[in-house]
């Protein structure tokens, strides 16, 4: 079964610390997008990443950065985590349309619900 | 990028066919219409997607207007663990500019 991996389900942190978002996938993707879901916001982008250390902003990277050393790799990081970055993230892969029987669609994974106190 | 209208919500019995449609008059040519749906605290999953041609599979049917300006999603049989948030996304292939509107929340009621 192909697998979108986040490292973790559940954080809370502290006003100010310094925030590993971590997701790993394993179908060889060249694409990879960090997402946050609020209510009533919906999904908005944030980051992505169509090579290993390329990335691109999405909609709302203003207090995020990331990395992608390698492939399957790719990490979102919060420099100072302040609490409006409470929300629940979510990594998805893709790969692009070369290949006949690729769908070119989002594999997403289970999210990580972070929590700033 | 294509706006699309869904309705907010949708009730569907257990075991009958669920059809949630989608506008989107704005679809660019070359834009596919991917579906997808988000069960309660886990991640969107990919449903199916179609350019022009009616599509199905083990999931569900799309049909998409010759005009490409509407599609409707069916889920032939609902069951109760098809409840969830389905979302209609113009999109072009790759997951590029794959934008999530508000969706459409199916509660599938036994």
């Known amino acids: 079964d192909v697998k979108v991996t986040q490292s973790s389900r559940y954080l809370v942190k502290r006003t100010g610390e310094k925030v590993f978002l971590e997701c790993v996938q394993d179908m060889d993707h060249e694409n990879m997008f960090w997402y946050r879901q609020d209510p009533g916001l919906g999904l908005r982008l944030i980051y992505f990443s169509y090579d290993v250390k390329m990335k691109e902003k999405g909609d709302i990277p203003e207090g995020y950065s990331v990395s992608r050393e390698k492939k399957e790799r790719f990490s979102l990081i919060l420099e100072s985590a302040s609490t409006n970055q409470t929300s629940m993230y979510l990594c998805a892969s893709s790969s692009p349309v070369r290949l006949a029987g690729v769908s070119g669609e989002l594999f997403f994974g289970e999210g990580s619900r972070l929590t700033v106190l | 990028d294509a706006k699309t209208t869904q309705p907010t919500s949708m009730d569907c019995a257990e075991g009958r066919a669920a059809n949630l449609p989608c506008n989107h008059s704005?679809?660019?040519?070359?834009?596919?219409v991917y579906w997808y749906r988000q069960i309660h605290s886990q991640g969107p999953q990919y449903i199916i997607h179609g350019l022009k041609n009616n599509e199905t599979n083990e999931m569900a049917s799309l049909i998409i207007t010759e005009d490409r300006k509407s599609s409707t999603l069916i889920l032939p049989h609902a069951t109760l663990r098809d409840t969830a948030v389905y979302y209609c996304?113009?999109?072009?292939?790759?997951?590029?500019?794959?934008?999530f509107g508000a969706g459409t929340r199916l509660f599938v009621k036994a």
């Open positions: 704005t679809i660019s040519g070359n834009e596919y």
């Open positions: 996304i113009p999109s072009y292939t790759g997951g590029f500019k794959t934008i």
